[in-house]
């Protein structure tokens, strides 16, 4: 059985646990807002608020601000920094270090808007793909709980690939032109250019990994690989 990229693969958020207690976490891929219990994640609707009151702060994504907005970025960072130590503390750096690139990446990125106040639109933008993350999280559930649902798959399946184009690829790449064309490639620009852009290579990267599984299953191979304990666990 397979997991979707970057998905955990058991109810420990998918890493071995070498032995500790295993962490209660439901993880949904380093591509951009793994989510704990994301069905449950509270910054869905505190981002669906912050956009929707105040949709003026799109026409400015440098220095466009709301208090939501900020206490969102503020909000995601702490998560960030708690899944990570949870990730060390619980010894499955190695499994996972997927996710501790992403939240490094992540918890500089955010660190840097809370100081400065700028660029908070773009972070909020980039948090759509909390959105995406819910159908992900149900497509691991399905997967997860061996109860044969293939027509339920089958419709999350499309589903997941709509959302997947319109919170996670498209913000993106319109963030990814924004960036490259409007912002200066020098300070806080450069960085956060810099960081977009690895963000990208991450996304598509999970993105081929998820048609493999879900549509192109005949060019899917090596879906099981063992790590250097011998253990098997899973990547897609």
């Not at 219990?37 to 400015?60: F, I, K, N, V, Y």
């Not at 959105?131 to 089958?154: D, G, H």
């Not at 924004?178 to 290579?201: M, P």
Request: a neutral charge; hydrophobic letters at 45%; glycine letters at 8%.
């Amino acid at each position: 059985m397979e997991t979707l990229p970057g998905v955990a693969t058991a109810a420990a958020g998918g890493r071995k646990t070498s032995g500790r207690a295993p962490s209660t976490t439901t993880r949904v891929g380093p591509c951009g807002g793994a989510g704990r219990g994301a069905l449950a994640d509270p910054r869905p609707p505190l981002l669906s608020s912050s956009l929707w009151h105040s949709p003026e702060l799109l026409s400015d994504i440098q220095d466009g601000y709301s208090v939501s907005g900020h206490l969102l970025v503020c909000f995601s960072s702490g998560y960030f920094i708690h899944d990570s130590l949870d990730i060390i503390f619980n010894h499955q750096s190695r499994s996972s270090w997927e996710y501790l690139v992403h939240h490094a990446m992540a918890i500089s990125a955010f660190v840097s808007l809370i100081i400065t106040g700028r660029f908070l639109v773009a972070a909020m933008l980039l948090l759509l793909v909390e959105v995406s993350n819910i159908f992900l999280t149900v497509r691991m559930l399905l997967k997860m709980s061996n109860v044969p649902s293939p027509a339920l798959y089958e419709a999350n399946k499309y589903i997941n690939l709509v959302m997947y184009f319109a919170f996670r690829l498209a913000p993106q790449a319109y963030l990814t032109w924004y960036f490259l064309r409007y912002v200066e490639v020098q300070g806080q620009g450069a960085f956060l250019t810099a960081n977009l852009l690895l963000l990208d290579a991450m996304i598509l990267m999970y993105f081929s990994r998820l048609l493999r599984s879900d549509f192109f299953p005949s060019l899917h191979k090596g879906s099981v690989r063992r790590d250097v304990d011998g253990e098997k666990f899973l990547i897609d």
